[in-house]
């Protein structure tokens, strides 16, 4: 039960957060998005620090569920539904294709998938003007990055796996603005996560000979 309570609140926190950014950002309005008191907030989170810091963290968790779930689909969609993974067919198989649902999962239709991708953004451009906020988004960052180069070192291990997990994250990142702002929809922003994942690995996902 507390763990769903801390969800609710991050979520909410989220939401808050894609509908106003952090300017006008309050405790009070995420408590009443997730029903809650605000003491419970403070009894989860500490501050407000403490939130924002635990809807990075979020983000990441729910794109790696999303990916373990959906599997190809990792946007949230199902085969049919529009999910570029889906309805392009990357070859890709075992790390490979863990690879791709992980990085997709970051695009989708549902609701709180673009309210967490819009909190993430919101967090990592306020990081620019306050040093405090730039720590908590670099180690978000990190661990995500982390577990891209730990599925890159499977998938393609004839590549330079911090290199290439920087330059994913990255073109992640780029893909995430401009879906968010309505230039690329997520099948597309999907579409370019598979085309830039082919030349590391082979056919089914085997790794390409050097």
């Known amino acids: 039960m507390a763990n769903d309570t801390r969800e609710r609140i991050i979520e909410a926190c989220e939401r808050v957060i894609a509908q106003g950014g ?27 620090d403490g939130l924002l810091e635990a809807a990075l963290d979020h983000v990441n968790e729910s794109a790696a569920r999303r990916a373990r779930a959906g599997g190809g689909s990792a946007a949230g969609n199902r085969p049919g539904t529009g999910s570029a993974v889906a309805a392009e067919p990357a070859g890709l198989t075992g790390p490979a294709e863990r690879l791709a649902a992980l990085l997709c999962s970051e695009f989708g239709d549902d609701p709180q998938v673009r309210a967490g991708s819009t909190a993430w953004n919101e967090l990592r451009a306020a990081a620019v003007f306050d040093p405090d906020r730039a720590v908590a988004v670099a180690r978000a960052t990190a661990d995500w990055q982390r577990e891209v180069r730990r599925l890159l070192g499977e998938a393609a291990p004839h590549t330079d796996p911090d290199a290439a997990a920087l330059i994913l994250t990255a073109l992640v990142e780029g893909l995430s603005g401009r879906w968010l702002t309505g230039q690329l929809t997520a099948a597309e922003a999907q579409r370019t996560i598979v085309v830039a994942l082919r030349p590391l690995v082979g056919a089914g996902g085997r790794p390409r000979r050097s």
């Open 22 to 48: 952090l300017r006008g950002f309050r405790m009070g309005d995420v408590a009443r998005e997730a029903g809650v008191s605000i003491g419970l907030l403070s009894y989860h989170f500490g501050d407000r």
